[in-house]
């Protein structure tokens, strides 16, 4: 059975840095991709990052290019994200996410198979 447990969630200020991790477990995703997408009330999943195993290729939403980096333990089996310069619209559930194939879009929430139960990360101003 494949988990995802998202950790490192957390209520910060304008400004600050977090760091999410995702301990993955039943699967490996060596040939595939984990990620971070992140859910506001009321609005949909949006990507944040993601990062293939294979060759450690990382890949951002526009919001999050030059604040925030992904990054993986494959000894652990974990992926990381590095949140800095937090602003408000950062905030939301942040959901981490792999999937074992590349065939389809890496940006968009169908294109993952396997999701984390989500973390809550609060910016206020």
């Known amino acids: 059975q494949v988990q995802l447990v998202e950790s490192g969630g957390g209520l910060v200020q304008v400004g600050d840095s977090l760091r999410l991790s995702c301990a993955a477990s039943?699967?490996?995703?060596?040939?595939?991709?984990m990620g971070w997408f992140r859910q506001a009330p009321g609005k949909e999943r949006e990507f944040v990052a993601t990062i293939r195993w294979s060759i450690g290729r990382t890949y951002y939403a526009d919001s999050a290019k030059g604040r925030f980096t992904i990054s993986s333990d494959n000894g652990k089996n974990t992926v990381s994200l590095q949140m800095n310069s937090l602003k408000p619209e950062d905030s939301g559930v942040y959901y981490c996410a792999a999937r074992s194939y590349l065939s389809s879009p890496y940006d968009t929430p169908r294109g993952y198979d396997y999701w984390g139960q989500g973390t809550q990360v609060t910016v206020s101003s």
């Open positions: 039943g699967r490996s995703f060596s040939s595939g991709q």
